[in-house]
């Protein structure tokens, strides 16, 4: 008599596992396919079944079904195909060395890097490591690339120099930091970080802005600045100083050195008035002690979903 392990180690007979297979055809049958909620009740009750007959693998009792001679495990093989269960995927990352560095990279964000390794890979008669030579910035690229944009400020002080450098290794790695947006939707991402309010039932219901998607909007509004071409530079000029000013005048959102980093790009790309430069002057924060306690406060994504990050009741 064949014997089946689960998960818990113990073994149990196909009866059991037939007993199993029941239950699921029950659950198939009771709620069937009509409505999305009873879709939803009947893949729940049937993921209670497997779970409670410690089944890992739903598909390998597909394959074990032959053991059973039941006639019925055809249904059953539609039930469980019907409902697509398959294991979860997990992004592949490639180990590759950029200069004396070692990385676990998921090379399809990064189209230089994923065409240099299939080059490489192809060309060795052996596997091998990949090595490729030192890359500016490539540690805070890659960290705009996994965890956002906004991470860039964070990752380099408020040098433009720097920031140069870094959009030149995002051009090098051919990565899109725009993703194809316009200048208009990049500003409109750039103002999502503020809060709105919705009427309902008499009452205003405050909306929470998306902080990390504003954050994003500055490193790309940045990027847009320093390598961007426009397509009207005088009307795109006053849309970008509009948007530098909104970015200086909400401290709240954007931290000390996306302000300044921001401002400096806009100064040396376009040419501003005497009154233009009286209105950033008007935001400009040049206290020591707050602009340390606002790097402070601007150190991981993960306080980005605190409700107190970055809201108006903090400096």
């Given at each position: 008599m064949t014997k089946e392990a689960d998960r818990g180690g113990r073994h149990v007979g196909p009866s059991q596992s037939r007993a199993w297979l029941n239950q699921l055809e029950a659950a198939h049958r009771d709620h069937g396919d009509v409505g999305a909620?009873?879709?939803?009740?009947?893949?729940?009750?049937?993921?209670?079944?497997?779970?409670?007959?410690?089944?890992i693998n739903p598909i390998k009792l597909l394959e074990e079904k032959a053991s059973f001679e039941d006639p019925k495990m055809a249904e059953v093989d539609?039930?469980?195909?019907?409902?697509?269960?398959?294991?979860?995927?997990?992004?592949?990352?490639?180990?590759?060395?950029?200069?004396d560095k070692d990385y676990h990279i998921e090379l399809s964000k990064i189209p230089y890097l994923s065409a240099f390794a299939d080059f490489e890979t192809k060309a060795q008669t052996q596997p091998k490591e990949l090595v490729h030579g030192p890359i500016a910035h490539f540690d805070a690229a890659l960290k705009g690339i996994e965890s956002g944009f906004r991470q860039c400020f964070r990752s380099l002080p408020p040098d433009l120099g720097q920031h140069h450098a870094l959009c030149e290794t995002y051009e090098f790695l051919c990565i899109d930091v725009l993703g194809g947006q316009s200048l208009n939707e990049v500003i409109d991402d750039l103002k999502s970080g503020k809060n709105d309010y919705e009427l309902e039932y008499k009452y205003y219901r405050t909306i929470k802005g998306n902080k990390s998607k504003a954050r994003d909007a500055a490193y790309k509004l940045l990027h847009l600045i320093l390598n961007g071409k426009f397509e009207d530079e005088t009307k795109d000029s006053v849309k970008v100083h509009n948007a530098v000013?909104?970015?200086v005048s909400h401290a709240n959102t954007f931290k000390w050195r996306t302000r300044k980093v921001v401002r400096a790009a806009y100064e040396e790309r376009f040419v501003i008035s005497v009154k233009q430069r009286a209105g950033l002057d008007k935001w400009e924060k040049t206290d020591a002690v707050k602009l340390a306690k606002e790097d402070e406060d601007d150190v991981t994504t993960e306080e980005e979903e605190s409700v107190y990050y970055g809201s108006d009741y903090s400096d």
């Open positions: 909620n009873k879709g939803w009740k009947a893949t729940h009750t049937i993921h209670g079944v497997l779970e409670k007959a410690n089944v539609g039930i469980l195909n019907g409902l697509k269960v398959t294991e979860p995927s997990h992004p592949t990352t490639t180990l590759i060395k950029v200069g000013m909104f970015l």
